[in-house]
């Protein structure tokens, strides 16, 4: 696969890559959040470097180091993600929405400290936090968009349907039924594109995954010109 990677095939491009959970405060010491190492997201922008792509990261808190030469802006919340993201994709030719962004975030972060109520069951109120690689997709402008489908049953079926939902380009599914994705070094996937292709992508690390898929997604914008 390394003798196979096109260096240069993303050369004059900006990619865009969302990557790893977002917090949702509910007060100053506590957060709601979504499983996610950034392993995939972070693979994905070090292979669209090494593609020749100028790379903005808009990630959320994790335990990686951004490839050197990533534009990295760091963010916490979906909204942060979400206004980040819509700025980095003005320029963009490619998004890749790799973030595993809450859907809900408490409808008001408290200013102090929840007190403990011994014995009484406690209410949080959630508000459903923007889609953020479905308003990339509705930006007026030609872009490449990605998203990713993590499902733990009808993978093809869901895929598809977030596919047109959010009017993407393609969706990449992995199946996260057993939790073996998170944290792990390894993953498996299978791309649906808009035009109705499918492609499978066998069991293998995440960076040589991430580099399969960028060579992907190099191709697809080479075809029809973004
Ligand atoms: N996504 C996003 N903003 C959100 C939610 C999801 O950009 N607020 C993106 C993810 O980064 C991913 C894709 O949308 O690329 C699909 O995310 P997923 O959680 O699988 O789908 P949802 O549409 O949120 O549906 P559900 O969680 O109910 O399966
Ligand atoms: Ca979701």
């Known amino acids: 696969i390394a003798a196979q990677f096109q260096l240069g095939s993303l050369a004059g491009r900006h990619v865009v890559i969302t990557a790893g959970p977002t917090r949702e405060a509910i007060d100053p010491?506590?957060?709601?959040?979504?499983?996610?190492s950034g392993k995939?997201?972070?693979?994905?922008?070090?292979?669209?470097?090494?593609a020749g792509a100028q790379v903005t990261?808009?990630?959320?808190?994790?335990?990686?180091?951004?490839?050197p030469k990533v534009r990295l802006v760091a963010v916490e919340s979906a909204l942060e993600m979400h206004a980040a993201t819509l700025a980095a994709a003005e320029s963009a030719d490619v998004v890749i929405g790799a973030a595993a962004v809450a859907d809900y975030r408490p409808q008001v972060a408290a200013q102090d400290k929840l007190k403990k109520h011994a014995g009484e069951p406690m209410q949080l109120t959630l508000v459903e936090n923007p889609d953020i690689i479905a308003d990339?997709?509705?930006?007026?402008?030609?872009?490449?968009?990605v998203g990713f489908a993590a499902e733990t049953q009808h993978l093809e079926e869901y895929a598809q349907a977030k596919l047109k939902l959010k009017r993407l380009h393609a969706i990449i599914a992995n199946n996260v039924a057993d939790g073996g994705v998170f944290e792990q070094d390894e993953n498996e996937v299978t791309v649906f594109s808009r035009d109705g292709g499918t492609v499978s992508f066998a069991r293998r690390g995440k960076k040589q995954l991430a580099r399969g898929l960028i060579q992907w997604i190099a191709a697809a914008l080479a075809e029809k010109p973004c």
């Open 29 to 36: 010491v506590r957060y709601l959040t979504n499983r996610s």
């Open 40 to 50: 995939m997201g972070y693979a994905l922008a070090e292979a669209a470097l090494d």
């Open 57 to 67: 990261l808009v990630s959320g808190p994790v335990n990686l180091s951004p490839p």
């Open 136 to 145: 990339v997709a509705a930006l007026p402008g030609l872009r490449f968009v």
